[in-house]
């Protein structure tokens, strides 16, 4: 994934889910020179990453706050990390389990603003929920779990997109691996 660097000299960062590696590095993408790499090692802790699979970064406005958020597979939950500083800010999902928040080795996520399930201008998370065969959705601000998408049509469900279609309509592009398909869901 590459974004944008907040606060930085360099106008792209290049982030890499390192999923063996339990970390995330980010690279300068013109030159390929390593700048550091976040998480805290494989655990549960603050911090800590234990299989991450994948990363999405929401940007703030200029000089401001911006977030890196990664799923992770075997700690169920998205842990959220500061991207000029690399530092642990919170994590989201209520760990391992079928309730509303709770996870089973969630995949891909995306984010959105507004949506289905609008909170009042807040930024959505959109997780693949693997192993519940559901799409969860969570206000980034919060952490609050806002509602699901899929259940029933969907069977390990894995990557994600949003795309904005040329009506303005925000769609939800998800690999339905179970299924061998793609669906795809106005947001």
């Not at 507004?114 to 959705?137: E, F, M, P, T």
């Not at 601000?141 to 009506?167: F, N, Q, W």
Request: proline share 4%; glycine share 14%; charged share 15%.
């Amino acid at each position: 994934m590459i974004h944008r660097c907040v606060g930085s000299g360099a106008p792209y960062h290049l982030y890499i889910v390192d999923c063996d590696n339990h970390r995330i590095q980010v690279f300068n993408p013109v030159d390929g020179s390593y700048i550091r790499s976040i998480g805290q090692g494989k655990g549960a802790g603050p911090g800590q990453l234990n299989r991450p699979i994948s990363c999405t970064a929401l940007l703030g406005p200029e000089g401001g706050i911006s977030e890196l958020y990664v799923s992770e597979q075997e700690n169920h939950r998205v842990s959220v990390f500061d991207m000029a500083t690399g530092a642990f800010q919170r994590h989201i999902g209520a760990g391992r389990g079928a309730n509303a928040g709770q996870m089973v080795q969630p995949q891909g996520i995306a984010l959105s603003l507004g949506g289905v399930a609008s909170q009042g201008g807040d930024h959505l998370l959109y997780v693949s929920d693997w192993g519940n065969h559901r799409i969860q959705i969570f206000n980034t601000r919060t952490g609050a779990h806002v509602c699901y998408l899929g259940v029933g049509e969907l069977s390990m469900p894995c990557g994600m997109r949003i795309h904005k279609a040329t009506d303005n309509r925000s769609l939800l592009f998800v690999t339905d691996y179970g299924n061998k398909r793609i669906q795809v869901f106005e947001v």
